[in-house]
């Protein structure tokens, strides 16, 4: 990624005052902790749910079929779980539950079919495989409840840059909006409201992504 971002600059659009547009709006991401930066986000009293694809989440949760969506795979929320765990428990070493979503396995190889529905102030993190060759996606795409709402996704990368946006981008991956190293941005263009991130060999090994509806 890192060499194609440095032929695509053109794509990104600076901070204007407090416009949205089209293209995401970048600014700078908190990596001034040697923890797992995406913790970063969160208070240390914070809890976290872990679950299939190696996704931490946070805060109330829906996931569903992209092409049929009717009713919930699962609805998980981290506050009143009994397997979450603080943000402080995490770091400290406690071993956390990894929560099986139904209709496994899950593909990082594909574009995603489950989107998970993120409440106000939710969000889910995760990283990179190194070991993967090519293109890889985030295991779910995200769309901010309530559905129809004008509210806006952030996306969020670290040691690394990557791309975002929705269906009409990831069914071709270069088109995607790039979110530099370190970087974060609002994806103001998907459609439905529904976007993932995804990211090509070779990148930094530790780089990380999050999405959050805050």
């Known amino acids: 990624m890192k060499n194609f971002l440095k032929t695509s600059v053109a794509l990104l659009i600076p901070l204007a005052g407090i416009a949205i547009v089209n293209q995401p709006i970048i600014t700078k991401a908190d990596t001034d902790s040697k923890v797992y930066p995406a913790f970063k986000e969160y208070k240390e009293t914070d809890k976290l749910l872990k679950i299939s694809g190696n996704v931490y989440i946070h805060g109330k949760v829906t996931i569903n079929d992209l092409s049929s969506r009717s009713s919930g795979i699962i609805n998980l929320d981290s506050d009143t779980d009994p397997r979450a765990k603080t943000v402080q428990d995490i770091l400290k070493g406690e071993l956390i539950e990894t929560i099986d979503i139904p209709r496994a396995p899950l593909s990082t190889l594909s574009v995603p079919t489950r989107v998970m529905n993120l409440g106000v102030g939710a969000s889910a993190d995760g990283i990179w495989n190194p070991h993967i060759s090519g293109f890889q996606y985030t295991p779910y795409a995200y769309q901010p409840v309530p559905v129809g ?11 690394d840059s990557m791309y975002a ?16 190293v370190d970087g974060k941005a609002y994806i103001s263009d998907a459609a439905g409201n529904i976007s993932a991130a995804w990211t090509q060999t070779p990148f930094e090994e530790g780089a990380m992504w999050k999405v959050a509806n805050d």
């Open 149 to 159: 709402t004008k509210d806006l996704l952030r996306w969020y990368s670290w040691y």
């Open 165 to 180: 946006g929705g269906s009409e981008r990831w069914n071709n991956p270069t088109s995607g909006h790039i979110i530099p």
